[in-house]
């Protein structure tokens, strides 16, 4: 069964370091391109940060830029997102994802697998 498992998330205070994990199974994660993704309420969900499968390149958005490293462990079938510096704005279910793909992209459609979501709480 392929699937991806979240874990880690909570409530945190602003200025203060969170780390995301996601573990992948049923496929090999070297060959999928990965992304992150978060969702507030009211809002739509929106891309976070992503990362290519052939290179490992990495895009973030302009929120997060500096704050939030994307990584992987392709050995490990592990996807890590890790947050510092975090901000009540950035306060959301964030999702893992991956994607059969060379490329990365910030559209969820083109996404095949997605984690369960895991809820980040930045307290002011």
């Known amino acids: 069964q392929l699937k991806l498992v979240q874990s880690g998330g909570g409530l945190v205070q602003s200025g203060g370091s969170l780390r995301l994990s996601c573990k992948a199974s049923?496929?090999?994660?070297?060959?999928?391109?990965i992304a992150w993704f978060r969702q507030a309420p009211g809002k739509e969900r929106e891309g976070v940060s992503n990362?290519?499968?052939?290179?490992?390149?990495?895009y973030y958005i302009d929120s997060v830029k500096g704050r939030f490293t994307i990584s992987r462990d392709n050995a490990k079938k592990m996807i890590y997102l890790q947050m510092d510096s975090l901000k009540p704005e950035d306060t959301a279910v964030y999702y893992c994802?991956?994607?059969?793909?060379?490329?990365?992209?910030?559209?969820?459609?083109?996404?095949?697998?997605w984690g369960q979501g895991t809820q980040v709480t930045v307290s002011s």
């Open positions: 994802a991956a994607d059969l793909s060379l490329v990365a992209t910030m559209s969820p459609l083109e996404y095949d697998y």
């Open positions: 049923g496929f090999t994660l070297e060959n999928y391109a």
């Open positions: 990362m290519n499968s052939h290179d490992d390149s990495t």
